[in-house]
């Protein structure tokens, strides 16, 4: 019988200690829409999901791009200014200060550690490079970040695939204003991953996933696949998992750990 879910921080952090066998303990951690919720920036799915009168879900689709290009990228347009204007959180900076290996061994020594998010508001990219200013690092001490859904301040070809990064505000008042790519001038879309897309860095992802020992979900429904396999995956190959989500989300009674409340306050005191 399966017990339920510890919600003990003491307990939580004898998971860090080093290994027994000398191996270093591998940890992911794989985030979704709750880590920025903090930050201002609207969740999917429950209440904030919306935007004008539109389920974000319902944008958020190849379908809706092609049925009406304007709407979608006006909602893009929108969630971009949002994403522009807000400040990493606490959580950020916890997951931050945990990606390099110099601050991460105060509390978790002999690890490994990379970071798999869904977000595409690049607000954990700003936070790991804030905390690089304050703790400088050589490149082969900073976790892996893998943004599998994209950056939302990019825009790629709807037609060729070009990617464009760090492009500056879109026009988005009429279809003619709309970003055009700049090798085939075909319509551009954000270089977001949408339903029925292939995520991105799945390789490397599916390599993190399979060494884990260690892994927490951080402020995901995980309704959404294939971030949402990636827990299970971890406690079938032995290793265990710690969930932190304002609520219940799905499979949470699985989890060894559940830290119910906001992640900007459960995370920094689970990995300070
Ligand atoms: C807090 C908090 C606080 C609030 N503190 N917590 C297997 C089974 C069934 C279906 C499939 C399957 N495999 C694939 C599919 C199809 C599909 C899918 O998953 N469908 C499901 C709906 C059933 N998946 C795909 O199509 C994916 N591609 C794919 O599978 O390719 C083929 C493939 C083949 C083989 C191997 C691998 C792949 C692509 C999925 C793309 C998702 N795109 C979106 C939009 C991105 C662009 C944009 O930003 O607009 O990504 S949808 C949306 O959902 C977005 C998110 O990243 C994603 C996940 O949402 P998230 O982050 O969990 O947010 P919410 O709102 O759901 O939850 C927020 C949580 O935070 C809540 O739990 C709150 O309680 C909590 N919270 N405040 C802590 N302060
Ligand atoms: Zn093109």
Redesign the pocket.
């Known amino acids: 019988v399966k017990m339920s879910p510890s919600t003990d921080f003491a307990e939580f952090k004898r998971l860090l200690e080093p290994r027994a066998d000398g191996k270093p303990n591998k940890i992911i951690a794989v ?5 920025s ?2 930050s201002g920036i609207p ?4 209440a904030g ?1 919306m935007w004008h009168k539109y389920d ?2 319902s ?2 689709t190849p379908e809706a791009f092609e049925r009406d290009p304007l709407l979608v990228w006006q909602f ?1 347009h929108y ?1 971009r200014e949002t994403a522009r204007a807000a400040q990493p959180n606490p ?1 950020h900076k916890a997951l931050a200060l945990f990606s390099l290996s110099t601050t991460r061994k105060a509390s978790a020594p002999n690890s490994e550690f990379a970071i798999i998010t ?3 508001d690049e607000l954990s990219k700003r936070a790991l490079a804030t905390t690089l200013e304050q703790h400088p690092t050589k490149a082969k001490d900073i976790a892996p970040l893998l943004e599998m ?2 950056r ?1 301040f990019d825009i790629q070809c709807s037609k060729c695939g070009h990617v464009e990064t760090k492009v500056g505000r879109s026009q988005v008042s009429n279809i003619q204003s709309l970003p055009r790519c700049l090798k085939c001038s075909a319509l551009a879309r ?1 270089g ?8 991105q860095h ?1 390789d490397e992802i599916d390599q993190l996933v399979q060494g884990a020992n260690l892994c927490l979900v ?12 990636y827990a299970s995956k971890v406690q079938r190959q032995g290793g265990k998992v710690a969930v ?6 799905s499979g949470d009674m699985s989890a060894d750990f559940l830290f119910l ?4 306050e ?1 995370l920094p005191k689970a990995l300070g």
């Open positions: 985030c979704g829409a709750g880590l919720a903090a969740t999917f799915r429950g999901g974000a879900m944008l958020a893009y969630r959580a869904q977000n595409v859904h994209g939302i954000p977001v991953v949408w339903f029925g897309e292939m995520p799945l951080v402020g995901t429904s995980s309704t959404v696949y294939p971030a949402a396999s932190f989500n304002l609520d219940r989300s409340g906001p992640c900007e459960t």
